[in-house]
């Protein structure tokens, strides 16, 4: 049976019905106790018949307290319906009144934001960004060729599910439990071990549906994804690097183990720009570049044909997010200055406002393992407010979180997302309307 939406409302177990009758009721209890504060003469049939029978009761005191109780019940009553409304049209259930209409309201009416990025950097930003938009868009490189991602590659021909996977779970309204299962890595069967369950949902959604973009598409519907996640190319290529030594390497996850200073990074076959990211960028209002590994996540964006030029000529305002760690074999001994410097050989930094640099060192035990390890903090070498035509931000941005069995310098997600809101003009002017009334 077709049911009209409205009248789907009320059926049995939504939860709504009792909410009107009881805010209908407390109407009623409004009238009559209205009719006692007039008198006599406003009184009729029940209303004056029910006082008559207590004649001890002061009718002015009655009337009051019936009006004040069905103003009550009133209020509570259509409170709860909407918040039973809201429940029950929710993609994601539970909840409280105050959190959807914060959602409905104010986070799809505020600014466009589009981050540009790859690996856990990118889902530590949209981790913490999600709690001030969710008009917020994540465009992925899909250049990954190691691990679970890079065989999947490899054995079905699909794009790298990896990097997108941790962007959709950072996304996602329940990303604790989700996680749980997506990140899970097979401990056996042929062929199987190692890879990730997300992974492998992703790359058989790609078979099924026909295309990496519809297989995130339908994979951001079941994990009532904030925003959305798209890759930066559907074509397939690779990084091609050529080193200080002279030699030319292909393939992301063997430029990182190559341990040799890059010189030039490219694509080994042209990759042309999914159309969706390049409108995402057109009409951003804020775009963030970073963090993430420079060449094999950052750069590897702005190398596919029309996504720098995208960025330059977008409008809206532009923000670099500072990695913290220098990475071993990919930027050893770089400082603040030199990251920027390799951007701007791949995007104009003279069309963006500001970059975000942290100011916290790790405890020392985790640095020397890090400088063991051949990686240490990216060292703040940008001098005054302003370099480089940028504003500089500072701020302690950093996070100990247990990987693989040991401390792990990250991002603070929320930290990072609270000064990206409290500087980004686009931003500050959205909550500073909405707070201000």
């Avoid at 006599?40 to 307290?65: K, T």
């Avoid at 930003?125 to 490189?141: F, M, S």
Wanted: with cysteine; proline share 5%; net charge positive.
């Amino acid at each position: 049976m077709n049911v009209p939406p409205i009248l789907k409302l009320l059926l049995p177990g939504m939860g709504v019905k009792r909410w009107f009758f009881l805010a209908l009721a407390s109407i009623a209890l409004v009238a009559f106790g209205s009719l006692c504060l007039v008198g006599d003469a406003g009184m009729r049939g029940l209303y004056a018949l029910v006082l008559r029978h207590f004649p001890f009761l002061w009718r002015p005191v009655v009337g009051a307290i019936v009006i004040g109780a069905g103003l009550l019940g009133t209020v509570v009553g259509m409170a709860c319906a909407v918040r039973a409304i809201l429940h029950a049209v929710s993609p994601h259930r539970g909840g409280t009144l105050a959190e959807a209409l914060y959602q409905g309201r104010i986070l799809r009416a505020a600014p466009r934001v589009v981050a540009i990025g790859g690996g856990t950097g990118l889902s530590t930003l949209l981790r913490g960004i999600k709690a001030y938009t969710a008009n917020l868009t994540a465009v992925v490189t899909v250049m990954d060729t190691g691990g679970s991602s890079g065989r999947l590659r490899t054995e079905l021909d699909v794009l790298p599910p990896g990097d997108v996977r941790n962007c959709l779970l950072a996304l996602a309204e329940d990303e604790e439990r989700m996680a749980r299962f997506m990140q899970h890595r097979f401990q056996a069967g042929e062929g199987l071990i190692g890879h990730s369950l997300g992974n492998v949902l992703l790359a058989g959604m790609e078979q099924a549906v026909g295309g990496f973009d519809r297989a995130v598409e339908e994979a951001s519907h079941f994990l009532s994804v904030r925003g959305k996640v798209i890759p930066s190319t559907l074509d397939r290529s690779d990084l091609a690097a050529d080193l200080a030594d002279g030699r030319e390497i292909v393939g992301e996850a063997a430029i990182g183990a190559a341990h040799v200073p890059i010189r030039r990074l490219r694509l080994a076959r042209p990759a042309r720009a999914y159309p969706v990211a390049l409108d995402a960028i057109a009409h951003a209002d804020l775009i963030l570049v970073g963090p993430g590994s420079l060449y094999t996540s950052i750069i590897s964006n702005l190398l596919v044909e029309g996504i720098a030029d995208a960025i330059a000529h977008a409008p809206g305002e532009k923000m670099v997010i500072m990695n913290l760690m220098t990475e071993p074999g990919e930027t050893d001994g770089f400082t603040a200055s030199a990251h920027l410097r390799s951007l701007a050989e791949h995007v104009d930094l003279r069309r963006f406002q500001a970059v975000v640099v942290n100011s916290e060192l790790p405890p020392p035990g985790i640095l020397a393992r890090y400088k063991d390890e051949g990686s240490e903090p990216v060292e703040d070498d940008l001098r005054g407010a302003k370099t480089m035509g940028l504003r500089v931000i500072r701020a302690p941005l950093l996070q100990l979180v247990e990987m693989e069995g040991k401390a792990t310098v990250k991002h603070d997600p929320h930290m990072l997302a609270r000064i990206v809101a409290r500087e980004a003009r686009a931003l500050r002017r959205s909550w500073t309307r909405w707070f201000s009334g």
